[in-house]
C-alpha cells in the first residue's frame, strides 16, 4: 500500500501565499504522474495541476499562473506553491499518485490509484 501525507493547509487572507506538501511512503511503487485536486463544500473535487514525465505539468485554468507544482528529485513529495490566494481558492485539498502512463492528460479523478487524506486550506476576504 501507499500512503500519501499532505501537510502545510490552513488559513491565510486574500493575496497570501501557501505551500502544500505530499509525502510519498509504502511499497514500492512506480508511478506516472502526481497531481493536486480539491473539493469545496458541496461541490465536485476538481483538478488543480498534475505533474508527470518528469517535466511535464498542467494546471487548470482558474490557478494557472497563481500556482506551481512540483516534484522533489527522491520523486517521493510533491509540492504545490500556491501564491496570490483567492476566497474561492477555499477547499480541502488532495495529492494523488497514478500508476498508469497517460500520454495526453492527468486531470481526470479516474486516472489515479492513491490518495491523501487531505488538507484544508481556508482563504480569508
Known amino acids: 500500500q501507499v500512503q500519501l501525507v499532505e501537510s502545510g493547509g490552513g488559513l491565510v487572507q486574500a493575496g497570501g501565499s501557501l505551500r502544500l506538501s505530499c509525502a510519498a511512503s509504502?511499497?514500492?511503487?512506480?508511478?506516472?504522474?502526481m497531481g493536486w485536486f480539491r473539493q469545496a463544500p458541496g461541490k465536485q473535487r476538481e483538478f488543480v495541476a498534475a505533474?508527470?514525465?518528469?517535466?511535464?505539468?498542467s494546471y487548470a485554468d482558474s490557478v494557472k499562473d497563481r500556482f506551481t507544482i512540483s516534484i522533489d528529485n527522491a520523486k517521493t513529495t510533491v509540492y504545490l506553491q500556491m501564491n496570490s490566494l483567492k476566497p474561492q481558492d477555499t477547499a480541502v485539498y488532495y495529492c494523488a499518485v497514478s500508476g498508469r502512463l497517460y500520454y495526453d492528460h492527468y486531470s481526470d479523478v479516474r486516472r489515479y490509484d492513491y490518495w491523501g487524506q487531505g488538507t484544508q486550506v481556508t482563504v480569508s476576504s
Open positions: 505533474a508527470w514525465s518528469g517535466s511535464i505539468t
Open positions: 509504502g511499497r514500492t511503487f512506480t508511478y506516472y504522474a
